[in-house]
């Protein structure tokens, strides 16, 4: 895709040692339960202490829900050049993280998010996380377009972009045997035809 921004090396080491925290809690969890895994045992099999897993993760619930990529693919975006449509850069912002996901982190993602339908807690919890990430986009959509915050028409466009990669998400935990990266460009290249049904 073009004008792919280069993502710094400090979001890089973040998003590698959470992802890292992640897979030892998916792990734990399909071997013990989600409700029997405590906070202490995802930090031992890490190899972190629990304060550091707290520097990453505020609860357990958010070691599931947490996007370990949010921050890379927001630096992204603010990278976008000027003169493409809001929603190109956003497309753009939102490839650079899905592209430099491996396999395993794919595997992972898919799991988290099988995860999440099934246990109540994670479900509210994931409504919590999704609610702040769309402030969060509106704010720095907003000021890329000169609007402001309470501009209904921001407001929607973000509630189209992030309903998109929910839903992009959700199918992809149901039909694991898909490419995660065709689902994605399908979807918003639906969403920047006007999604005709």
Excluded: C, W
Excluded at 18 to 24: G, L, N, T
Excluded at 57 to 80: G, H, L, N, S
Excluded at 85 to 97: E, W
């Amino acid at each position: 895709m073009e004008n792919k921004p280069k993502i710094g090396l400090r979001e890089r080491k973040k998003a590698k040692t959470m992802a890292s925290i992640q897979k030892h809690a998916m792990r734990l969890f399909r071997e013990l339960g989600y409700n029997a895994t405590t906070v202490e045992q995802i930090a031992d099999a890490a190899e972190i202490s629990p304060s550091t897993f707290f520097r990453y993760f505020a609860t357990k619930e958010d070691v599931v829900v947490t996007d370990t990529y949010d921050p890379m693919i927001i630096a992204a975006f603010e990278e976008q050049p000027p003169d493409i449509s809001i929603l190109q850069a956003i497309r753009n912002a939102m490839s650079s993280g899905v592209n430099s996901m491996t396999a395993d982190e794919l595997d992972t993602m898919r799991e988290r998010n099988q995860l999440i339908m099934s246990v109540p807690e994670l479900r509210a919890a994931m409504l919590n996380n999704m609610i702040q990430n769309m402030q969060f986009l509106t704010g720095i959509i907003a000021k890329r377009v000169n609007r402001s915050l309470d501009d209904l028409t921001v407001h929607t466009f973000v509630g189209a972009i992030v309903g998109t990669g929910i839903s992009v998400m959700l199918y992809y935990a149901e039909h694991p045997n898909e490419d995660f990266v065709q689902l994605f460009e399908q979807a918003f290249s639906k969403l920047d035809e006007g999604l005709l049904l």
